[in-house]
């Protein structure tokens, strides 16, 4: 069994910066690329950013320069760094993580935290 957890969650002004932790448990060989997504009310779930177990980064128009993922391979654990942060920016945001188990190769998702950007 595995799960992602996501924390780090909550209510800021607009530029203001929070900083987002998934950690990765359970049933684990290793785990291949990580990433964000985020859903806005009555829209559709959208990519924000992945990183692969190397560390090679990939971020979505709307975020670049202002947000930052990065991991911890020790830890399993996947981060977003929000800076600069708009109230466009509000949704409930996903850690998503492609796990190796036994020859085979998976893809979970976190149930999801809340980040809410308003004055």
């Known amino acids: 069994q595995v799960q992602l957890v996501e924390s780090g969650g909550g209510l800021v002004q607009p530029g203001g910066s929070l900083r987002l932790s998934c950690a990765a448990s359970?049933?684990?060989?290793?785990?291949?690329?990580m990433g964000w997504y985020r859903q806005a009310p009555g829209k559709q779930r959208e990519l924000v950013a992945t990183?692969?177990?190397?560390?090679?980064?990939n971020y979505a128009d709307s975020v670049k320069g202002r947000f930052t993922i990065s991991r911890d391979n020790a830890k399993n654990t996947v981060y977003l760094q929000m800076n600069s942060l708009k109230p466009e920016d509000t949704a409930v945001y996903y850690c998503n993580a492609a796990i190796f188990q036994t020859q085979t190769i998976r893809s979970y998702w976190g149930q999801g935290t809340q980040v809410t950007v308003s004055s």
């Open positions: 359970g049933s684990i060989f290793s785990i291949d690329g």
């Open positions: 990183i692969t177990r190397g560390g090679a980064t």
